[in-house]
């Protein structure tokens, strides 16, 4: 970031990183243009010859869309490299005291994201990004899909942040006792929701 001349950033992205840019670089929010608008500009910008970051909020490749502009500019002959993030997929609950697998209780993950139109289900812990405004029809289409009602299952609302909220509730419940959070958010269904209560620490001593 430090290096680039270009910066294109999303809207979940820490300010603190946008502000290390170098004062003459470009940097260019992407909120309001399409994702064939960023790919083409990405690809436009890297063929110039420019050096480009394309910085996002977590890991790029979920449900980051890093997978399509990369596509875009391999697709164009642009020289690229993918930097891993910490996907707030395993970050948030972490962060929150949800272990996403705990061995005898839960030994898989199922991911979802909240807009697409139907959320299948089997077992094992679900997660749901984007699902806090969908939150209603994601709950009764899980329990449609065979989870039951009484499943203990969270809300991390602006997760790891200073006004981090986290509502934990029945699947059948959830989205009631959720609707004053704000997004961004992520939903966590299943049995390791119930250890988190077992989880809480002792409050770390400041430090000296
Ligand atoms: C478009 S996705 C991007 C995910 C990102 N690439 C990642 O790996 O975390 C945005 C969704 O991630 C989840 N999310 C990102 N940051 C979060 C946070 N601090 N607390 C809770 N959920 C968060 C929310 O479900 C949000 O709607």
Sequence with gaps: VRDCDVLVHD???SPELVA???PDALVLARDGLGQDAVN???AELGREGLEVVRLKGGDPFVFGRGGEEALALAEADVPFEVVPGV???AAVPAAAGIPLTHRGVSA????LSGTAAETPVDAGTVVVFMGLRTLTRVCEDLIADGLDPSTPAAVISRGT???EEVVVAELGRLAEAAEDLEPP???VVGEVVALRERLRAPALEAAG
């Design 20 to 22: 290390e840019a170098r």
């Design 11 to 13: 809207r979940l992205v």
């Design 108 to 111: 898989g993950v199922r991911v």
């Design 161 to 163: 942040l200073p006004d």
């Design 40 to 42: 083409g500009l990405l």
């Design 185 to 187: 958010a992520l939903v």
């Design 87 to 89: 996907s707030s997929l």
